[in-house]
Structure formats: structure tokens, C-alpha cells
């Protein structure tokens, strides 16, 4: 027959509810952020896509086309936030910006910055 012993009945019940207020957090948090995060990889990938076909656009459609992609995904982009650099034979873009995400007590400030230099043929 085996003896119990004081306090080892089974319950575990505050750390299965820590466990689950992690959980919830973690759940929120990545809720308000995986979003903005995939709105911020497509502009991305609009700017890396400008950059590869600058040989046959100019500044100002490469200009129009990130900031409408800014704007379809409601990311905080102006032409400030936007720098466009031709060489001799390259372009540069660079986007920087800040999306502010609220949370309760407090706003987080996510800076993004991208930059993509490709030749131009």
C-alpha cells in the first residue's frame, strides 16, 4: 500500500492558470503584431520589386506604386518616409517608417526600415 504525503494530492491549479495566462498573452500579443507584419513583408516585397524593374520606370511610378501598397495595407508611409536613389548604373530605395500598436496601458512603436539596391538594366 502506498502512503500519501501531504500536499501531493494532484493539484496543480495555479500553475495550469499561469500556464494559461501565458498562453492568452502570447495569444494577443500575436494577434495585434503577426498582421503588421504581414502587411510590412508585402510592401517589402513591392519595394524589392520596384527596384528590379527601375530600368523601364521612373522615380515618381516607383514612388506611386510603394505608397499605394502603403496605403492599401493602411501602413503609415509618405513620400518623407520614402528615398529613391539612381547611380550611374544602380537604384537604391529606402523605406523607413514606425507603426504604432496598442496595447492596453501602452503603444509600441515598431520601426521598420527597408533598403534594396539592384543594378539597372
Do not use: H
Not at 502603403?70 to 509618405?78: D, G, S, W, Y
Request: proline share 4%; aromatic share 10%; hydrophobic share 40%.
Amino acid at each position: 500500500m502506498r502512503l500519501r504525503r501531504r500536499g501531493e494530492a494532484g493539484e496543480g491549479q495555479a500553475g495550469c492558470i499561469v500556464g494559461l495566462l501565458v498562453l492568452l498573452v502570447a495569444i494577443f500579443v500575436a494577434y495585434k503584431m503577426v498582421p503588421v507584419k504581414v502587411k510590412a513583408a508585402e510592401l517589402r516585397q513591392t519595394v524589392t520589386d520596384e527596384a528590379k524593374s527601375a530600368g523601364t520606370r521612373t522615380d515618381s511610378q516607383i514612388m506611386k506604386s510603394i505608397l499605394a501598397n502603403a496605403e492599401k495595407n493602411r501602413l503609415p508611409v509618405t513620400e518623407d518616409n520614402v528615398k529613391i536613389t539612381r547611380g550611374a548604373n544602380t537604384i537604391n530605395i529606402r523605406v523607413e517608417y514606425t507603426v504604432p500598436i496598442e496595447f492596453p496601458g501602452f503603444t509600441y512603436q515598431w520601426k521598420f526600415k527597408y533598403e534594396y539596391e539592384n543594378p539597372i538594366f
